[in-house]
């Protein structure tokens, strides 16, 4: 059964929806529903069993479309519900899978309930493909390594990888050639699927490929890499970084 989060600052809103869901299926069923904007947005973002969201565009303290921007990576279906026609481009432009209008017809719900069980096969379909490539990849290629951001897969082999810079939430791969690859994982979510015997952690801000390291300058306190980038070497990694070597 699809799993619906409803979000709206109208309880009466909220009820009718919930009484329309469950008079005209049986396929899904209404797990939460919120009046408060950021009570919703702490629940979607830290909660992975949701398989669509209604969302009601005109709200006092965050509208709609500000809402779905601060959303983190959502995988669900969205659905904008309002009394209003003029926003249905907007919808669209956000990514949603469907707009209906208050008061919501039955028929619409049927059909929009429709579109959400495809999505929802498509999301499982290609969720099974991209643990297939990852296992595949992880299992017969040692020197390649996959990595799942912005909703894409990277293959890259470790050799072409320098080292990597954090920027915050974002980290950037510096490879061979002077090549630039920004992702949307901070550096501890790199560190953790890189392998130990080949990279090094050398900084807060960095992660060096140990293959790549051209000079150690003792007394300054930093390594020279093969593009010629100088990578500062934090001092309390200083003994793990020499035992490494």
Known sequence: MLKAVIVDDEPKAIQSLIWEINNFSEEIEVIKSFTNPDKALAYLNTNT??????????????????????????????????????????????????????????????????????????????????????NFNTQFDKKKITINTDGKLLFLDIDDIIYIESDGNYSTLHLQKQKKIVITKKLKEVDAILPEHYFFRIHNSYIINLNKIKAFIKNEGYVVMDSDHKIPVARQRKSDFLEKL
């Open 49 to 134: 069993l949701v398989d669509c969201l209604f969302l009601d565009v005109q709200m006092p303290t965050i509208g709609g479309f500000q809402f779905l921007e601060q959303l983190h990576n959502p995988n669900f279906a969205i659905v904008i519900t309002t009394a209003y026609d003029e926003y249905a481009i907007k919808a669209l432009k956000h990514d949603a899978l469907d707009y209906l209008l208050k008061p919501i017809d039955s028929d619409d719900l049927r059909n929009c309930i429709s579109k959400i069980k495809k999505h929802n096969e498509r999301t499982i379909n290609s969720s099974k493909l991209e643990r297939m490539l990852i």
